[in-house]
């Protein structure tokens, strides 16, 4: 394959000229092709000017003393048969270039190359797993933070219920009792009203009201026998208390001897208890921001 | 002129027609493509040269590729299909390269 493969290489137009001339003439003029192949150098190889139907396109080569065009192979199976290889050539390259474009191409590799495509894959393979593990790890991490912030969030919630009520700044609902104190005789005391009250805390009263007056930790009961107020508002007889609570354990605890009941009954007053599944503490009292106090970090 | 429409109508034909390669000559056809250019681009240097001869050109193109095609294929026979198609694709390149500086000296004087 070294050398013989190059088509139009020097050496070769020379053996080629000889056989020619004598069958070659009547098929050479094709008229359609005249400047097309100027063929300057092989008319001086062997020929007479035998037939002059070419010379027109001889003029045009420039060469007016050898007119006849001998070796030329001008036939039709020639220019048929280059015509065809090219025709092929073309074909074959188009297709060629199809099939690099897709994934067809892949069917024909060779095993080596396969082997290499394979590992590229497996490489890339291995990447993008570890690209996957990240981001799965990193969703993990996401939705654990999201979710433990929801828990705090719900817990942080909950608590902030659970104060508004204790500090009475929300209305609360729930079972519990109502609870009605007469004083006719205006003689019970501030202790009686703060006696009632703890008892009630201690019972497990969680809010109450007293005449509309919601009790909250800072509550005070202030004022003389007649005349009480608590946290400043006067509030008369008969003294209705609305509290939230196990509502037996309330009526037990303001029951015992030595009790609630037993010290108002005591002071000329009468004490009226009704338990209820569901009562409403709806008075409310401001939210005191401390003044002095701050929290210990 | 020839060569060129045949060139022109092969790849419309290849386009439009789309053939699916057959599994035993996908691995030729790429050096068969080369090999049969290189005879391509050698007679349109011979032309230039004013040497163009046809029947030599249409052997050239035919034992090229078929050389081609040969070597490439023992080369697969012999487990080093891989390395030899590149290396013919390499000589043949080089001989590309050799007709094509012809040529252009031819064309541009140069």
Do not use: C
């Amino acid at each position: 394959m070294t050398e013989d493969p190059r088509p139009g290489a020097t050496p070769d137009p020379a053996p080629d000229a000889t056989p020619d001339p004598t069958p070659d003439p009547p098929p050479d003029p094709t008229p359609g092709r005249p400047a097309d192949e100027p063929a300057p150098v092989e008319p001086a190889a062997a020929e007479p000017g035998t037939t002059e139907p070419a010379s027109a396109e001889r003029a045009a080569a420039g060469e007016e003393g050898a007119p006849a065009r001998p070796r030329r192979r001008r036939d039709p199976v020639a220019a048929a048969l280059i015509g065809v290889l090219t025709l092929l050539l073309g074909f074959a390259f188009a297709v060629q270039v199809r099939v690099t474009d897709t994934d067809q191409a892949l069917t024909g590799a060779r095993e080596e190359d396969l082997v290499r495509i394979l590992d590229e894959l497996e490489a890339e393979e291995q990447r993008l797993r570890g690209q996957l593990a990240d981001q799965r790890s990193a969703l993990r991490d996401l939705n654990d933070t999201d979710s433990r912030a929801d828990a705090a969030l719900e817990e942080a919630r909950q608590r902030a219920d659970a104060l508004a009520i204790l500090n009475g700044t929300v209305a609360a609902e729930g079972p519990g009792l109502l609870m009605t104190v007469r004083d006719p005789e205006g003689e019970v005391r501030v202790a009686d009203l703060l006696g009632a009250i703890q008892e009630l805390r201690g019972a497990g009263a969680e809010t109450m009201q007293v005449d509309g007056v919601r009790i909250g930790v800072t509550s005070a009961v202030t004022g003389s026998p007649g005349s009480l107020s608590i946290d400043g508002e006067e509030i008369t007889s008969p003294y209705e208390f609305v509290v939230i609570g196990s509502p037996q354990d309330l009526e037990t605890a303001l029951n015992i001897p030595g009790g609630v009941v037993d010290s108002v009954s005591r002071r000329g007053g009468t004490v009226v208890i009704a338990q209820s599944q569901r009562v409403l503490v709806d008075a409310l009292r401001p939210l005191e921001t401390p003044q002095y106090a701050e929290p210990d970090e | 002129m020839i060569p060129v429409l045949g060139l022109v109508v092969g790849v419309v034909l290849g386009l439009v027609f789309d053939p699916t390669v057959p599994l035993w000559l996908q691995p030729y056809l790429p050096i068969a493509v080369v090999a049969a250019l290189d005879a391509v681009f050698g007679g349109a240097r011979a032309r230039l040269d004013g040497v163009f001869d046809a029947k030599v050109f249409v052997i050239s193109f035919v034992s090229n590729v078929v050389v081609a095609g040969l070597i490439v294929f023992l080369g697969d026979q012999l487990g080093v299909g891989a390395q030899l198609s590149t290396a013919v694709v390499v000589v043949l390149g080089i001989r590309i390269f050799g007709n094509a500086a012809a040529i252009r000296r031819h064309v541009f004087r140069a």
